[in-house]
């Protein structure tokens, strides 16, 4: 059209979905989709009880139940720990009372919230997508627009279907050029978190662009997603291509046949406009990029497995320094220790960020024929009940049980320490989620971050380790 | 919601960058299904050891901090999860401003969500207040929503910039809910286009 200023694939989503503009700029937006779990949602069904309010759209909405549940073979029998079994019956008895569609825990289609929504074809492109969670960025590798919120916003969304809220700014990053071999979609993006800090992106809507994004899969594109909040970003996009449409076709959710086909002509137009303008640009090359491991306790303090731990003494600014102190203090770290030299006692391979049958392939290529070493206690927890069935289809299951590994039921596990599945004090892990901050797989538990199959390495060492030494 | 107009009060410094919300309540006090009681469980790592006796060198467990009403800290104050028992374990302990020189965006929209004030300030700013607030119980410092001023022991009176709509919510105590029903002429127009428009997009049933 003539006239319109180019636009980013952020303002076309924003831009078609704007209900009304309030006089202050705040927007009334619409949303598409919203995705419920049993943590963030008790106190929002409680405030439409008391206004008597219904759910506006209960045919746009799913809930799931992930964080607090078991993944041990026996959660059959039910949740053991009251408060978290008060938690799950309370979203049980909301969906029933508002009509919810929802996913119970013996449904094979249960696991993470944000696994699920793509899975399901639930989260399509173009859409807007909310869930009372921050790693609802994770949706964003779709072309949506996907971001968390809080619980006050979580009643909002049920009540009317829509947010109050202001534009984000428009940042671009772009990774150019071809990932080395060894390297994954979690090196990229720890890579950028490494560069750009966790406030890096606050206030702005990250579009991740370049060849090395175009070259990643579904999987790999939301593992970039996912940690867009962990750079300070509330979204992160990808335009959407031929990968994104036949990822798409088929899922139980998803548009089918002349619908599809609708859809798809219409998501051809959302990539961003040539001379679009971005606040901010920041391009990575990706050929210098190698597998990465965090050592501090946030994601920013990441460093390529084959450095040594950084020397605070090394640190000009004074504050900096004492952070970096605090951080080694926690993390039991001593400056000049080679990275891969770094005993662990427990791996997690599971969560959002990694949980998806690739990521569940790439460790089991590493753990088959080898074996966790002596002293490891390594989990395996596949992001959904449907990842689970397609791993024991393909017999990763056995690879991964005879290599010493333990194979789980899907949920948030070990994540965050809010199930059974914690770490004690002291204990470190080699972790394949998002958070390393103090305590977040349990009071005392110390973090490293990592891909996959750099878990499955560590996994089989007993020690943080180089995957490209296991090709 | 409580409206926000003018606090005064005893502030409490907390010259610590990046605050995660996992510092602020971790994820094993999220399995409440109320909004209230999360205050003892404000920085809980920080404010009790092992044994979950009170550490007392933290900020919180020292007079007249106890009582403290608005919270100064460094930047990136609130990143992390969604948790909305961040900011409801604030109120609880009974924090009604956080002032800061920048918030993450989920946990400062959840803060006016809650009838908490955050203020964005300069850095030499913030640690000008944190030096107020460390004289203790004598130099309180006073929040004027309606004037958008933060007033320091002094008397010197500090500006500070807020949406003009979180403004008037908070100056009023509006539930955004039922601001947002007056617009529902428009938002059942709005499905309406999209059902045309966007008739790709399946109900989940
Ligand atoms: S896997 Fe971890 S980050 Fe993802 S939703 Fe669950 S707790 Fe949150």
Known sequence: MAGTPPRTLFDKVWDSHVVETLPDGTCLLYIDRHLVHEVTSPQAFEGLRMAGRKVRRPDATLAVVDHNIATSSDRAAGIAEPESRLQVETLEQNVAAFGVPYFPILDARQGIVHIIGPEQGISLPATTIVCGDSHTSTHGALGALAFGIGTSEVEHVLATQTLLQKPAKNMLVRVDGKLPLGCTAKDIVLAIIGTIGTAGGTGHVIEYAGEAIRALDMAGRMTVCNMSIEAGARAGMIAPDETTFAYVRGKPYAPKGEALERAIAYWRTLPSDEGAHYDKTVIIDAAAIAPMVTWGTNPEAVLPITATVPDPAAEPDVEKRARMQRMLDYMALTPGQKLSDVPIDVVFIGSCTNGRIEDIRAAAKVAQGRHVADGVRALVVPGSGIVKQQAEAEGLDRILLDAGFEWREAGCSMCLGMNPDKLTPGQRCASTSNRNFEGRQGPGGRTHLLSPAMAAAAAVSGHLADVREFA | ?205
Not at chain 2, 23 to 39: D, E, Y
Not at chain 2, 106 to 115: E, L, P, Q, V, Y
Not at chain 2, 165 to 177: Q, V
């Open chain 2, 1 to 205: 919601m409580q409206p926000f107009t003018t606090l005064t009060g005893i502030a409490a410094p907390l010259p610590l960058a990046n605050v995660d919300t996992d510092k602020i309540i971790p994820a094993r006090f999220l399995k409440t299904i109320k909004r209230t009681g999360l205050g003892v469980h404000l920085f809980d790592t920080l404010r009790y050891d092992e044994t979950g006796a009170e550490r007392p060198e933290f900020v919180l467990n020292r007079e007249p901090y106890r009582h403290a009403e608005i919270l100064i800290a460094h930047e990136n104050f609130g990143c992390g999860s969604s948790r909305e028992h961040a900011p409801w374990a604030l109120l609880d302990f009974g924090i009604r401003c956080v002032i800061a020189p920048d918030f993450a965006d989920i946990f400062h929209g959840n803060c006016f969500k809650n009838g908490i004030l955050p203020i964005r300030l300069p850095r030499e700013i913030c640690d000008a207040l944190i030096e107020d607030a460390r004289l203790g119980g004598n130099a309180r410092i006073t929040v004027d929503l309606q004037r958008q001023v933060v007033v320091r022991p002094s008397g010197e009176e500090i500006p500070f910039q807020i949406d003009d709509f979180r403004r008037h919510s908070l100056l009023e105590g509006l539930d955004d809910i039922g601001q947002t029903l007056q617009h529902a002429p428009s938002i059942d127009a709005y499905e309406q286009r999209q059902t045309a428009d966007h008739s790709w997009v399946p109900a989940i049933v």
